[in-house]
């Protein structure tokens, strides 16, 4: 191993999940920091979604309630693409490096967006689980999740259930229609349940791809932005289309290109790919049921 230790290893195994600081260097993590510092200042002159990614959704998407006073950026689409910054975080990295370590010594990359929770933001996540999202032959995905900003317990803080990548696969269909979240019985048990990873600036939490995990809104004063990249041993071959597509899909990080594809017995519901800039949008769709049912 490169980076990580023994322990570090087996505590990902274990629990699903594991927080490595300093996955990027100073220089890096400020040139991350003001790329996105100019990123909020654009969005100030638009009122929608805006810019292009691969499939013609936009790049750039906007909290409800987004104005020029108070910008509301609460997603960017594929950084790596128009960022030098963030493509050099997503290949090159200490975090690309601890990815190796886990599911190498083949590494390639799958999709990136920067999850962003400005203060006063509504933007929660619900609990869910990325495999159902981004089904493959096998399961060595990981989600690495580059804290840009310092997270802390009331700023938005990704909340995980240790252990559950090693449990069932949870549907995000509920009454015919993709929600993104599992069941409300599901996620009662997850609340209980939950871990905050809360760590600062620069450092990451590289999350299995079936562990449950979700995030409440940012209640503090502070921004989180967090610079999300999903990963796969190279022997890995999607399922599904990706909902986030780039033209980096599929390069090789760490290691090299072998051709072989690896599987696992499993059955799950395809998932449906945002119309949208983001999943937030889907998200929705579960109060919606709920407000429907009430
Ligand atoms: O932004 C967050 O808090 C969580 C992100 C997440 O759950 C995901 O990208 O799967």
Not at 186 to 202: E, H, L, M, S
Not at 250 to 279: C, D, H, M, W
Request: net charge negative.
């Amino acid at each position: 191993m490169k980076v990580l230790n023994e322990k570090q290893y087996e505590q990902f195994w274990t629990d699903g999940y594991l927080v490595v600081e300093n996955a990027v260097s100073g220089d890096l993590l400020q040139a991350m920091q003001a790329e996105f510092g100019a990123w909020v200042e654009a969005s100030r002159e638009h009122s929608e979604p805006y810019g292009d990614t691969l499939d013609g959704r936009p790049r750039f998407d906007l909290e409800p309630g987004h104005s020029s006073v108070k910008p509301g950026l609460r997603r960017v689409n594929a950084p790596v693409e128009v960022s030098q910054a963030y493509f050099d975080a997503m290949a090159s990295s200490r975090m690309t490096d601890c990815v190796a370590d886990l599911i190498g010594p083949n590494v390639k990359f799958h999709h990136s967006k920067i999850n962003s929770k400005l203060p006063g933001g509504e933007t929660a996540v619900k609990w869910h689980q990325d495999f159902p999202f981004t089904p493959h032959s096998n399961d060595d995905l990981i989600t690495a999740l580059l804290m840009v900003d310092e997270v802390t317990l009331d700023n938005g803080p990704l909340e995980v259930v240790p252990g559950s990548h090693k449990g069932d696969i949870y549907g995000l269909w509920h009454d015919g229609v993709f929600t993104g979240a599992v069941a409300d019985k599901v996620a009662d048990d997850c609340q209980r349940k939950a871990v905050t990873c809360a760590a600062p600036a620069g450092s990451v939490c590289l999350m299995h791809t079936r562990l449950l995990h979700g995030s409440a809104a940012n209640v503090s004063t502070r921004s989180r932005n967090l610079f999300i990249c999903v990963y796969s041993a190279e022997d890995a071959v999607p399922c599904s289309s990706n909902p986030m597509p780039t033209s980096y899909e599929g390069l090789v990080v760490r290691g090299e290109k072998t051709n072989r594809i690896r599987s696992l017995a499993y059955s799950i519901e395809l998932p449906q790919k945002p119309t949208t800039a983001s999943f937030f949008d889907q998200q929705a769709k579960s109060d919606k049921l709920v407000s429907e049912v009430a």
